[in-house]
Protein backbone atom coordinates (compact mmCIF):
# COMPACT_ATOMS: atom_id res chain seq x y z
CA UNK A 1 0.00 0.00 0.00
CA UNK A 2 1.49 3.41 -0.35
CA UNK A 3 2.49 5.77 1.61
CA UNK A 4 -0.18 8.21 2.88
CA UNK A 5 -0.69 11.08 5.01
CA UNK A 6 -2.01 10.64 8.60
CA UNK A 7 -5.75 10.85 8.83
CA UNK A 8 -7.32 10.45 12.10
CA UNK A 9 -7.82 6.62 13.18
CA UNK A 10 -11.31 5.89 14.55
CA UNK A 11 -12.24 4.46 17.90
CA UNK A 12 -14.93 1.90 16.91
CA UNK A 13 -14.23 0.39 20.24
CA UNK A 14 -14.79 3.93 22.42
CA UNK A 15 -17.91 4.16 20.31
CA UNK A 16 -19.62 0.33 21.07
CA UNK A 17 -18.85 1.42 24.85
CA UNK A 18 -20.65 4.45 24.83
CA UNK A 19 -23.88 2.45 23.50
CA UNK A 20 -23.83 -0.50 25.82
CA UNK A 21 -23.27 2.44 28.75
CA UNK A 22 -26.19 3.72 27.31
CA UNK A 23 -28.28 0.98 26.90
CA UNK A 24 -27.62 -0.57 30.54
CA UNK A 25 -28.91 2.99 31.98
CA UNK A 26 -31.56 2.55 30.26
CA UNK A 27 -32.29 -0.62 32.37
CA UNK A 28 -32.33 -3.19 29.46
CA UNK A 29 -32.71 -6.70 30.06
CA UNK A 30 -31.47 -9.48 28.52
CA UNK A 31 -28.17 -8.42 27.71
CA UNK A 32 -25.42 -11.26 26.46
CA UNK A 33 -21.78 -11.43 27.57
CA UNK A 34 -19.67 -9.00 25.83
CA UNK A 35 -17.94 -10.67 23.57
CA UNK A 36 -14.32 -11.34 23.82
CA UNK A 37 -11.56 -9.10 22.43
CA UNK A 38 -10.32 -9.53 18.84
CA UNK A 39 -6.98 -10.49 18.39
CA UNK A 40 -4.04 -8.49 18.02
CA UNK A 41 -2.93 -7.61 14.41
CA UNK A 42 0.46 -9.27 13.29
CA UNK A 43 2.42 -6.48 11.62
CA UNK A 44 6.02 -7.38 10.41
CA UNK A 45 9.08 -4.94 9.55
CA UNK A 46 11.56 -5.88 7.32
CA UNK A 47 14.35 -4.27 8.00
CA UNK A 48 17.98 -3.48 6.68
CA UNK A 49 20.83 -0.57 6.32
CA UNK A 50 24.36 0.41 5.53
CA UNK A 51 23.62 -1.38 2.32
CA UNK A 52 26.28 0.83 0.18
CA UNK A 53 25.70 -0.50 -3.12
CA UNK A 54 26.58 -4.12 -2.34
CA UNK A 55 25.10 -5.96 -5.73
CA UNK A 56 27.58 -8.35 -5.52
CA UNK A 57 27.73 -11.13 -2.62
CA UNK A 58 31.05 -9.58 -0.80
CA UNK A 59 34.29 -11.34 -1.56
CA UNK A 60 35.03 -12.07 2.56
CA UNK A 61 33.08 -14.74 4.62
CA UNK A 62 31.20 -13.64 7.63
CA UNK A 63 31.21 -15.71 11.53
CA UNK A 64 28.28 -16.85 12.31
CA UNK A 65 27.72 -18.97 15.74
CA UNK A 66 28.89 -22.54 14.80
CA UNK A 67 26.31 -25.78 15.46
CA UNK A 68 28.02 -26.50 18.72
CA UNK A 69 27.74 -23.38 21.85
CA UNK A 70 31.13 -20.82 21.69
CA UNK A 71 31.97 -22.38 18.77
CA UNK A 72 31.69 -20.47 15.05
CA UNK A 73 31.64 -20.67 11.54
CA UNK A 74 32.62 -18.58 8.60
CA UNK A 75 29.84 -18.58 5.86
CA UNK A 76 29.22 -16.43 2.73
CA UNK A 77 26.48 -13.97 3.48
CA UNK A 78 24.91 -10.84 1.17
CA UNK A 79 24.21 -10.09 -2.83
CA UNK A 80 21.90 -8.29 -3.66
CA UNK A 81 19.92 -10.88 -5.36
CA UNK A 82 20.06 -12.88 -2.51
CA UNK A 83 18.74 -10.14 -0.04
CA UNK A 84 16.04 -10.22 -2.77
CA UNK A 85 15.27 -13.82 -2.16
CA UNK A 86 15.41 -13.29 1.45
CA UNK A 87 13.33 -9.83 1.97
CA UNK A 88 10.76 -11.94 -0.46
CA UNK A 89 10.33 -14.87 1.85
CA UNK A 90 10.11 -13.07 5.00
CA UNK A 91 6.99 -10.86 2.75
CA UNK A 92 5.30 -14.24 2.41
CA UNK A 93 5.00 -15.25 6.03
CA UNK A 94 3.04 -11.80 6.99
CA UNK A 95 0.94 -10.10 4.43
CA UNK A 96 1.25 -7.22 6.49
CA UNK A 97 4.45 -6.08 5.95
CA UNK A 98 6.79 -3.14 5.50
CA UNK A 99 10.15 -2.66 4.17
CA UNK A 100 12.70 -0.39 5.38
CA UNK A 101 16.20 0.41 6.08
CA UNK A 102 18.23 2.99 8.50
CA UNK A 103 20.60 4.84 5.92
CA UNK A 104 23.86 4.69 3.59
CA UNK A 105 21.98 2.69 1.11
CA UNK A 106 24.18 4.43 -1.63
CA UNK A 107 27.97 5.53 -1.58
CA UNK A 108 31.12 3.65 -0.49
CA UNK A 109 30.06 1.40 -3.35
CA UNK A 110 31.77 -1.45 -5.24
CA UNK A 111 32.07 -0.37 -9.19
CA UNK A 112 29.37 -2.13 -10.04
CA UNK A 113 27.12 0.41 -8.23
CA UNK A 114 29.75 3.31 -8.38
CA UNK A 115 30.34 3.61 -11.66
CA UNK A 116 27.04 4.48 -12.44
CA UNK A 117 26.34 7.10 -9.81
CA UNK A 118 24.88 4.61 -7.61
CA UNK A 119 21.60 4.49 -9.93
CA UNK A 120 22.03 0.52 -9.75
CA UNK A 121 21.97 0.09 -6.31
CA UNK A 122 19.14 2.29 -6.15
CA UNK A 123 17.37 0.32 -9.18
CA UNK A 124 18.24 -2.90 -7.17
CA UNK A 125 16.46 -1.71 -3.72
CA UNK A 126 13.48 -0.67 -5.87
CA UNK A 127 13.13 -4.51 -7.14
CA UNK A 128 13.72 -5.78 -3.28
CA UNK A 129 10.98 -3.72 -2.55
CA UNK A 130 12.04 -1.38 -0.47
CA UNK A 131 9.24 1.24 1.10
CA UNK A 132 10.46 3.63 3.67
CA UNK A 133 14.29 4.65 4.63
CA UNK A 134 16.16 6.98 6.54
CA UNK A 135 18.91 9.43 5.73
CA UNK A 136 22.75 8.04 6.11
CA UNK A 137 26.00 10.00 6.09
CA UNK A 138 26.92 8.69 2.78
CA UNK A 139 23.62 9.79 1.34
CA UNK A 140 25.00 13.05 1.58
CA UNK A 141 28.89 12.21 0.37
CA UNK A 142 27.97 13.99 -3.30
CA UNK A 143 26.02 16.46 -1.59
CA UNK A 144 22.55 17.47 -1.44
CA UNK A 145 21.06 17.65 -5.03
CA UNK A 146 22.80 14.22 -5.75
CA UNK A 147 20.72 12.85 -3.10
CA UNK A 148 17.92 14.71 -3.98
CA UNK A 149 18.35 12.93 -8.09
CA UNK A 150 18.65 9.70 -6.52
CA UNK A 151 14.98 10.70 -4.74
CA UNK A 152 13.44 12.12 -7.59
CA UNK A 153 15.54 10.77 -10.99
CA UNK A 154 16.83 12.35 -13.60
CA UNK A 155 20.61 11.61 -15.05
CA UNK A 156 23.34 12.82 -13.50
CA UNK A 157 25.16 16.43 -14.51
CA UNK A 158 28.43 15.16 -14.44
CA UNK A 159 27.75 12.01 -16.12
CA UNK A 160 27.28 10.42 -20.04
CA UNK A 161 23.83 9.36 -20.89
CA UNK A 162 23.41 5.93 -21.61
CA UNK A 163 27.52 5.12 -20.62
CA UNK A 164 27.35 5.76 -16.58
CA UNK A 165 24.10 7.47 -15.74
CA UNK A 166 20.67 7.02 -17.46
CA UNK A 167 21.74 3.64 -18.82
CA UNK A 168 19.44 2.09 -20.82
CA UNK A 169 16.78 4.93 -20.00
CA UNK A 170 15.83 7.59 -17.55
CA UNK A 171 16.84 7.07 -14.50
CA UNK A 172 13.18 7.17 -12.40
CA UNK A 173 14.47 7.40 -9.07
CA UNK A 174 13.99 5.78 -5.71
CA UNK A 175 10.21 4.11 -5.67
CA UNK A 176 10.74 3.90 -1.39
CA UNK A 177 11.21 7.33 0.24
CA UNK A 178 13.73 9.23 2.24
CA UNK A 179 12.83 10.38 5.19
CA UNK A 180 15.45 13.43 7.19
CA UNK A 181 13.43 14.82 9.83
CA UNK A 182 16.60 16.38 11.31
CA UNK A 183 18.25 17.47 8.08
CA UNK A 184 16.77 20.83 8.04
CA UNK A 185 17.15 23.55 4.93
CA UNK A 186 18.35 26.74 6.94
CA UNK A 187 17.04 28.77 3.95
CA UNK A 188 13.34 27.29 4.57
CA UNK A 189 13.67 26.24 8.22
CA UNK A 190 12.01 22.73 7.15
CA UNK A 191 13.14 19.36 6.55
CA UNK A 192 15.25 18.80 3.00
CA UNK A 193 13.20 15.13 2.77
CA UNK A 194 9.87 14.66 4.36
CA UNK A 195 10.47 13.55 8.31
CA UNK A 196 7.54 10.62 8.66
CA UNK A 197 5.87 8.29 6.57
CA UNK A 198 2.55 6.54 7.49
CA UNK A 199 1.77 2.76 6.61
CA UNK A 200 -2.05 2.07 6.85
CA UNK A 201 -3.31 -1.55 6.85
CA UNK A 202 -6.72 -2.74 6.20
CA UNK A 203 -8.46 -4.68 8.63
CA UNK A 204 -12.28 -4.48 6.77
CA UNK A 205 -15.36 -3.29 7.56
CA UNK A 206 -14.22 0.15 7.03
CA UNK A 207 -11.15 -0.60 10.00
CA UNK A 208 -7.43 -0.06 9.60
CA UNK A 209 -4.15 0.43 11.61
CA UNK A 210 -1.34 2.71 11.09
CA UNK A 211 2.15 2.46 11.89
CA UNK A 212 4.00 5.86 11.92
CA UNK A 213 7.87 5.62 10.89
CA UNK A 214 10.60 8.65 11.80
CA UNK A 215 13.49 8.69 10.45
CA UNK A 216 16.45 10.38 10.36
CA UNK A 217 20.63 10.39 10.63
CA UNK A 218 23.19 11.13 13.09
CA UNK A 219 23.39 14.75 13.97
CA UNK A 220 27.28 14.18 13.39
CA UNK A 221 26.96 13.78 9.79
CA UNK A 222 28.77 17.12 9.11
CA UNK A 223 31.43 15.47 10.50
CA UNK A 224 31.45 12.73 8.07
CA UNK A 225 30.80 14.33 4.83
CA UNK A 226 32.42 16.94 2.61
CA UNK A 227 31.11 20.09 4.27
CA UNK A 228 30.64 22.48 0.72
CA UNK A 229 28.29 19.53 0.04
CA UNK A 230 25.99 20.17 2.78
CA UNK A 231 26.01 24.53 2.87
CA UNK A 232 22.48 25.50 3.73
CA UNK A 233 21.82 22.40 6.00
CA UNK A 234 21.63 21.67 9.63
CA UNK A 235 21.68 18.47 11.05
CA UNK A 236 19.76 18.54 14.67
CA UNK A 237 20.08 16.50 18.11
CA UNK A 238 18.32 13.12 17.50
CA UNK A 239 16.53 12.27 20.37
CA UNK A 240 14.64 16.03 20.06
CA UNK A 241 13.84 15.34 16.93
CA UNK A 242 12.56 12.08 17.26
CA UNK A 243 10.21 13.28 20.63
CA UNK A 244 8.73 16.12 18.65
CA UNK A 245 7.66 14.16 15.44
CA UNK A 246 6.43 11.32 17.94
CA UNK A 247 4.32 14.00 19.70
CA UNK A 248 2.98 15.14 16.20
CA UNK A 249 2.28 11.37 14.92
CA UNK A 250 0.33 10.52 18.23
CA UNK A 251 -1.56 13.93 18.07
CA UNK A 252 -2.85 12.45 14.46
CA UNK A 253 -4.01 9.31 16.16
CA UNK A 254 -0.94 6.78 15.50
CA UNK A 255 -0.37 5.12 18.48
CA UNK A 256 2.42 2.14 16.79
CA UNK A 257 5.84 4.91 16.35
CA UNK A 258 8.76 3.56 14.94
CA UNK A 259 12.17 5.08 14.26
CA UNK A 260 14.86 4.74 11.43
CA UNK A 261 17.11 5.88 12.79
CA UNK A 262 21.51 6.21 10.91
CA UNK A 263 23.35 6.02 14.48
CA UNK A 264 23.71 2.70 16.17
CA UNK A 265 26.53 0.55 18.06
CA UNK A 266 27.50 -3.36 18.95
CA UNK A 267 27.71 -5.79 21.10
CA UNK A 268 30.53 -8.14 22.32
CA UNK A 269 30.85 -10.63 21.19
CA UNK A 270 29.54 -10.25 17.68
CA UNK A 271 28.25 -13.38 17.36
CA UNK A 272 25.88 -12.79 19.93
CA UNK A 273 23.63 -10.85 17.08
CA UNK A 274 20.82 -12.53 18.53
CA UNK A 275 20.48 -12.47 22.29
CA UNK A 276 18.27 -9.72 24.04
CA UNK A 277 20.51 -9.63 26.51
CA UNK A 278 22.47 -7.70 24.17
CA UNK A 279 26.00 -8.46 26.38
CA UNK A 280 28.51 -5.54 26.20
CA UNK A 281 26.52 -3.51 24.05
CA UNK A 282 28.04 0.41 23.76
CA UNK A 283 27.52 3.14 21.01
CA UNK A 284 25.89 6.78 20.64
CA UNK A 285 22.49 5.01 19.89
CA UNK A 286 22.62 4.21 23.76
CA UNK A 287 22.18 7.62 24.81
CA UNK A 288 19.48 8.44 22.60
CA UNK A 289 17.29 5.76 23.09
CA UNK A 290 18.06 6.42 26.89
CA UNK A 291 15.80 10.41 26.16
CA UNK A 292 13.62 9.19 23.72
CA UNK A 293 9.41 9.80 24.55
CA UNK A 294 8.24 5.92 26.06
CA UNK A 295 5.71 6.17 23.28
CA UNK A 296 8.53 4.98 20.83
CA UNK A 297 8.62 1.38 20.13
CA UNK A 298 11.16 0.48 18.08
CA UNK A 299 14.36 1.85 16.67
CA UNK A 300 15.88 0.11 13.79
CA UNK A 301 19.41 1.70 13.51
CA UNK A 302 22.54 1.24 11.26
CA UNK A 303 25.62 3.54 11.08
CA UNK A 304 27.97 0.93 12.74
CA UNK A 305 27.88 -1.71 10.16
CA UNK A 306 26.78 -4.34 13.51
CA UNK A 307 23.93 -6.63 13.93
CA UNK A 308 22.02 -6.83 17.55
CA UNK A 309 18.82 -7.71 18.34
CA UNK A 310 17.96 -5.61 22.01
CA UNK A 311 15.87 -3.75 24.28
CA UNK A 312 17.11 -0.94 26.48
CA UNK A 313 15.30 1.37 28.24
CA UNK A 314 13.25 4.72 26.86
CA UNK A 315 13.32 8.16 28.92
CA UNK A 316 10.38 5.83 31.41
CA UNK A 317 12.39 3.09 32.95
CA UNK A 318 9.62 0.72 32.83
CA UNK A 319 9.26 0.85 29.11
CA UNK A 320 11.76 -0.77 26.96
CA UNK A 321 12.31 0.02 23.68
CA UNK A 322 13.29 -2.63 20.70
CA UNK A 323 16.35 -1.87 19.49
CA UNK A 324 18.00 -3.44 16.27
CA UNK A 325 20.61 -3.55 13.47
CA UNK A 326 21.14 -5.58 10.60
CA UNK A 327 24.78 -5.43 10.55
CA UNK A 328 25.89 -4.16 6.32
CA UNK A 329 26.07 -4.65 2.95
CA UNK A 330 23.18 -7.06 2.83
CA UNK A 331 24.56 -9.59 5.10
CA UNK A 332 21.58 -9.40 7.78
CA UNK A 333 18.08 -8.35 7.22
CA UNK A 334 16.17 -8.06 10.38
CA UNK A 335 12.32 -9.45 10.86
CA UNK A 336 10.73 -7.40 13.26
CA UNK A 337 7.01 -8.88 14.36
CA UNK A 338 4.79 -6.39 16.36
CA UNK A 339 1.46 -7.06 17.66
CA UNK A 340 -0.83 -4.09 17.85
CA UNK A 341 -4.29 -4.02 19.62
CA UNK A 342 -6.94 -3.92 17.08
CA UNK A 343 -8.95 -1.14 19.16
CA UNK A 344 -6.24 1.12 20.16
CA UNK A 345 -3.60 0.71 17.45
CA UNK A 346 -0.63 0.08 20.19
CA UNK A 347 1.96 -2.07 20.31
CA UNK A 348 1.46 -4.95 22.53
CA UNK A 349 3.98 -7.26 21.97
CA UNK A 350 7.33 -6.96 19.79
CA UNK A 351 9.85 -8.99 18.99
CA UNK A 352 13.39 -9.30 16.45
CA UNK A 353 15.15 -12.13 14.39
CA UNK A 354 18.14 -11.40 13.20
CA UNK A 355 18.83 -13.64 9.95
CA UNK A 356 21.78 -14.36 7.52
CA UNK A 357 21.65 -14.05 3.96
CA UNK A 358 23.47 -17.22 3.07
CA UNK A 359 24.43 -17.55 -0.44
CA UNK A 360 25.53 -19.78 -2.62
CA UNK A 361 28.75 -18.66 -3.72
CA UNK A 362 31.20 -21.91 -4.36
CA UNK A 363 33.17 -23.22 -1.36
CA UNK A 364 30.03 -22.47 1.04
CA UNK A 365 31.40 -25.03 4.19
CA UNK A 366 28.08 -24.05 6.08
CA UNK A 367 26.38 -26.31 8.61
CA UNK A 368 23.17 -27.01 7.80
CA UNK A 369 22.25 -24.93 10.55
CA UNK A 370 22.33 -22.36 7.45
CA UNK A 371 20.96 -23.34 4.34
CA UNK A 372 22.00 -20.88 1.27
CA UNK A 373 18.98 -19.10 -0.46
CA UNK A 374 18.79 -18.91 -4.27
CA UNK A 375 19.36 -15.40 -5.98
CA UNK A 376 15.88 -13.76 -7.15
CA UNK A 377 16.19 -13.55 -11.15
CA UNK A 378 15.18 -10.55 -11.66
CA UNK A 379 17.62 -8.66 -9.18
CA UNK A 380 19.97 -11.61 -10.48
CA UNK A 381 19.76 -10.11 -14.06
CA UNK A 382 19.99 -6.57 -13.09
CA UNK A 383 23.17 -7.27 -11.09
CA UNK A 384 25.18 -9.38 -13.77
CA UNK A 385 24.03 -6.35 -16.35
CA UNK A 386 26.15 -3.95 -14.54
CA UNK A 387 28.68 -6.55 -13.24
CA UNK A 388 29.80 -7.02 -16.61
CA UNK A 389 29.46 -3.04 -17.78
CA UNK A 390 31.85 -2.47 -15.28
CA UNK A 391 34.16 -5.68 -15.69
CA UNK A 392 36.66 -4.01 -18.06
CA UNK A 393 37.90 -1.55 -15.56
CA UNK A 394 37.15 -3.13 -12.29
CA UNK A 395 39.35 -6.29 -13.34
CA UNK A 396 42.34 -4.12 -14.78
CA UNK A 397 45.95 -5.38 -12.81
CA UNK A 398 46.95 -1.53 -11.06
CA UNK A 399 50.04 -3.18 -9.16
CA UNK A 400 51.36 -5.36 -6.46
CA UNK A 401 51.53 -6.16 -2.73
CA UNK A 402 54.03 -8.81 -1.13
CA UNK A 403 51.10 -10.29 0.80
CA UNK A 404 47.66 -8.42 2.38
CA UNK A 405 47.22 -5.30 3.51
CA UNK A 406 44.71 -5.43 5.96
CA UNK A 407 42.66 -2.82 8.42
CA UNK A 408 43.22 -4.25 11.74
CA UNK A 409 44.73 -1.63 14.05
CA UNK A 410 47.62 -2.24 17.15
CA UNK A 411 46.85 -1.23 20.32
CA UNK A 412 48.16 2.35 19.57
CA UNK A 413 45.94 2.74 16.32
CA UNK A 414 48.71 2.13 13.28
CA UNK A 415 46.80 0.23 10.67
CA UNK A 416 49.34 -1.53 7.87
CA UNK A 417 47.17 -0.54 4.90
CA UNK A 418 46.41 3.12 6.24
CA UNK A 419 50.08 3.36 6.94
CA UNK A 420 50.57 2.48 3.00
CA UNK A 421 47.92 5.18 1.72
CA UNK A 422 49.71 7.87 3.99
CA UNK A 423 52.73 7.24 1.94
CA UNK A 424 51.24 6.97 -1.37
CA UNK A 425 49.79 10.02 -0.83
CA UNK A 426 52.84 11.91 0.40
CA UNK A 427 54.91 10.62 -2.67
CA UNK A 428 52.46 11.78 -5.06
CA UNK A 429 52.10 15.34 -3.24
CA UNK A 430 56.42 15.31 -4.01
CA UNK A 431 55.36 16.46 -8.07
CA UNK A 432 55.83 19.59 -7.85
CA UNK A 433 56.96 22.63 -5.01
CA UNK A 434 53.14 23.56 -4.41
CA UNK A 435 51.99 20.55 -3.27
CA UNK A 436 55.20 19.07 -2.02
CA UNK A 437 54.44 17.97 1.32
CA UNK A 438 56.72 16.20 4.29
CA UNK A 439 54.10 14.74 6.71
CA UNK A 440 50.56 12.92 5.07
CA UNK A 441 48.20 11.83 7.43
CA UNK A 442 45.11 9.38 6.55
CA UNK A 443 41.83 9.09 8.31
CA UNK A 444 40.97 5.05 9.21
CA UNK A 445 37.37 5.41 7.97
CA UNK A 446 38.39 6.57 4.83
CA UNK A 447 40.05 2.66 4.64
CA UNK A 448 36.64 0.70 3.61
CA UNK A 449 38.50 -2.56 2.91
CA UNK A 450 41.79 -5.06 2.75
CA UNK A 451 43.60 -5.15 -0.12
CA UNK A 452 44.18 -9.22 -0.86
CA UNK A 453 46.69 -10.54 -3.59
CA UNK A 454 44.89 -11.86 -6.17
CA UNK A 455 47.61 -14.53 -7.16
CA UNK A 456 51.19 -15.59 -6.39
CA UNK A 457 52.28 -12.97 -7.87
CA UNK A 458 50.57 -10.34 -5.47
CA UNK A 459 48.71 -8.68 -8.33
CA UNK A 460 45.77 -6.22 -6.87
CA UNK A 461 42.67 -4.71 -9.55
CA UNK A 462 41.54 -1.56 -9.93
CA UNK A 463 38.23 -2.80 -8.26
CA UNK A 464 39.73 -3.83 -5.26
CA UNK A 465 41.81 -0.29 -5.11
CA UNK A 466 38.34 1.29 -6.08
CA UNK A 467 36.62 -1.06 -3.09
CA UNK A 468 39.73 0.16 -0.68
CA UNK A 469 39.40 4.20 -1.71
CA UNK A 470 35.80 4.51 -3.27
CA UNK A 471 34.99 7.92 -2.15
CA UNK A 472 38.06 9.44 -4.95
CA UNK A 473 38.35 12.94 -3.10
CA UNK A 474 40.82 15.41 -3.67
CA UNK A 475 44.00 15.52 -2.00
CA UNK A 476 44.89 18.93 -0.24
CA UNK A 477 48.41 20.26 0.49
CA UNK A 478 48.41 22.82 3.50
CA UNK A 479 51.04 24.81 5.72
CA UNK A 480 50.46 24.15 9.31
CA UNK A 481 52.92 24.81 12.10
CA UNK A 482 54.46 22.43 14.42
CA UNK A 483 51.67 23.59 17.33
CA UNK A 484 48.80 23.33 15.05
CA UNK A 485 50.00 19.66 13.90
CA UNK A 486 50.00 19.20 17.70
CA UNK A 487 46.58 20.49 18.29
CA UNK A 488 45.30 17.93 15.30
CA UNK A 489 46.91 15.01 17.11
CA UNK A 490 44.84 15.69 20.32
CA UNK A 491 41.43 16.29 18.10
CA UNK A 492 42.31 12.26 17.36
CA UNK A 493 40.29 11.72 20.93
CA UNK A 494 36.87 13.35 21.12
CA UNK A 495 36.31 11.48 24.71
CA UNK A 496 37.21 9.03 26.81
CA UNK A 497 36.03 5.85 24.77
CA UNK A 498 35.94 7.41 21.41
CA UNK A 499 39.11 8.34 18.99
CA UNK A 500 40.30 8.38 14.84
CA UNK A 501 43.71 7.64 14.83
CA UNK A 502 44.99 9.76 11.65
CA UNK A 503 47.86 6.94 9.32
CA UNK A 504 50.88 8.66 9.35
CA UNK A 505 53.07 8.41 6.47
CA UNK A 506 56.75 7.56 6.95
CA UNK A 507 59.50 9.77 8.84
CA UNK A 508 56.82 10.88 11.21
CA UNK A 509 56.67 9.98 14.81
CA UNK A 510 55.07 10.60 18.26
CA UNK A 511 53.46 9.09 21.66
CA UNK A 512 50.45 9.45 23.30
CA UNK A 513 48.94 8.28 26.61
CA UNK A 514 45.64 6.97 26.89
CA UNK A 515 45.44 7.92 30.70
CA UNK A 516 46.33 11.03 29.95
CA UNK A 517 43.24 13.64 29.88
CA UNK A 518 41.37 14.14 26.61
CA UNK A 519 43.83 17.03 25.21
CA UNK A 520 46.69 16.29 26.90
CA UNK A 521 47.34 12.67 25.54
CA UNK A 522 50.28 13.35 22.86
CA UNK A 523 53.89 14.14 24.36
CA UNK A 524 54.90 17.24 22.60
CA UNK A 525 58.66 15.92 23.02
CA UNK A 526 57.77 12.50 21.17
CA UNK A 527 56.42 14.84 17.50
CA UNK A 528 59.37 14.19 15.55
CA UNK A 529 60.29 14.38 12.00
CA UNK A 530 62.89 12.28 10.96
CA UNK A 531 64.19 12.02 14.03
CA UNK A 532 63.44 15.63 14.62
CA UNK A 533 60.99 17.44 16.83
CA UNK A 534 58.93 19.53 15.62
CA UNK A 535 59.15 23.02 16.21
CA UNK A 536 56.29 24.59 17.17
CA UNK A 537 56.58 27.56 14.90
CA UNK A 538 58.13 26.79 12.39
CA UNK A 539 55.66 25.68 8.84
CA UNK A 540 55.28 22.36 7.89
CA UNK A 541 53.70 21.28 4.26
CA UNK A 542 51.26 18.77 5.28
CA UNK A 543 49.13 16.52 2.93
CA UNK A 544 45.68 15.14 3.59
CA UNK A 545 42.28 14.21 2.14
CA UNK A 546 39.95 16.29 1.01
CA UNK A 547 37.52 15.36 3.84
CA UNK A 548 39.57 15.79 6.02
CA UNK A 549 40.92 19.17 4.83
CA UNK A 550 37.28 19.93 4.97
CA UNK A 551 37.18 19.13 8.88
CA UNK A 552 36.02 15.87 8.53
CA UNK A 553 35.75 13.53 11.27
CA UNK A 554 36.20 16.80 13.40
CA UNK A 555 39.66 17.81 12.53
CA UNK A 556 39.19 21.23 12.22
CA UNK A 557 42.41 22.41 12.84
CA UNK A 558 42.96 21.20 9.07
CA UNK A 559 40.35 24.02 7.94
CA UNK A 560 43.30 26.31 9.16
CA UNK A 561 45.89 25.39 6.89
CA UNK A 562 47.06 27.99 4.87
CA UNK A 563 48.67 28.06 1.42
CA UNK A 564 46.34 25.40 0.33
CA UNK A 565 47.01 23.37 -3.15
CA UNK A 566 44.36 20.92 -4.52
CA UNK A 567 45.64 18.32 -7.02
CA UNK A 568 44.82 14.72 -8.20
CA UNK A 569 42.49 11.90 -6.33
CA UNK A 570 43.19 9.67 -3.31
CA UNK A 571 42.65 6.48 -5.22
CA UNK A 572 45.13 7.68 -7.71
CA UNK A 573 47.88 8.51 -5.58
CA UNK A 574 47.30 4.43 -4.35
CA UNK A 575 47.00 3.01 -7.90
CA UNK A 576 50.44 4.95 -8.84
CA UNK A 577 52.57 4.05 -5.29
CA UNK A 578 51.18 0.17 -6.05
CA UNK A 579 52.58 0.13 -9.41
CA UNK A 580 55.87 2.36 -8.98
CA UNK A 581 56.83 0.45 -5.54
CA UNK A 582 55.52 -3.43 -6.18
CA UNK A 583 55.20 -6.06 -4.53
CA UNK A 584 54.59 -3.49 -1.51
CA UNK A 585 54.77 -4.72 1.78
CA UNK A 586 53.18 -3.62 5.21
CA UNK A 587 55.82 -0.91 6.84
CA UNK A 588 57.95 -2.23 9.56
CA UNK A 589 58.90 0.10 12.81
CA UNK A 590 56.63 1.78 14.69
CA UNK A 591 55.23 5.18 13.59
CA UNK A 592 52.75 5.61 16.58
CA UNK A 593 53.70 4.65 19.93
CA UNK A 594 51.09 4.36 23.08
CA UNK A 595 52.38 4.42 26.90
Known amino acids: MPISSVPPIRRPVAAAAGLIALLLAAGCAGLQPAASPAAPVAVRLIAINDFHGQLLPPDSTTALPGPEAGTAVRVPLGGAAYLATAVAALKAENPRHVVVAAGDLISASPLESALFHDEPAIAALNAIGLEISSVGNHEFDDGRDALLRMQHGGCAPDGEIGVDTCVGGRYPGARFQYLAANVVDTASNTPLLPATAVRRFDLGGGRSLAIGFIGLTLKGTPELVSRPGIAGLRFDDEAETINREAARLRAAGIEALVVLIHEGGAIEPALAYNDPACPGFSGDIEAIVAALDPAIDVVISGHTHRAYNCRRASRDPAKTVLLTSAGNAGRFVSAVDLDLDPATGEVIASRADIQPVVNDRPGNEAPAQYPPRGAEPGVATLVADFRDRAL ?34 LDYAARSAETRAVIAFMNPGGVRDDLKPLDDAGTVSYGQVYSVQPFGGDLMTMSLTGAQIEALLEQQWRSKGQSSVLQPSRGFRYRWDADRPVGERVDPASITLDGVVLDPARSYRVNVNGFLASGGDGFTVLTTGTERQAFGLDRDALIEYLGRHGPVAAPTGLRIERR
Do not use: C, F, K, Y
Not at 409 to 419: F, H, I, Q, V
Open 392 to 425: PLTSRPVGRIAAVLGRDRNEAGEMPLGLVIADAQ
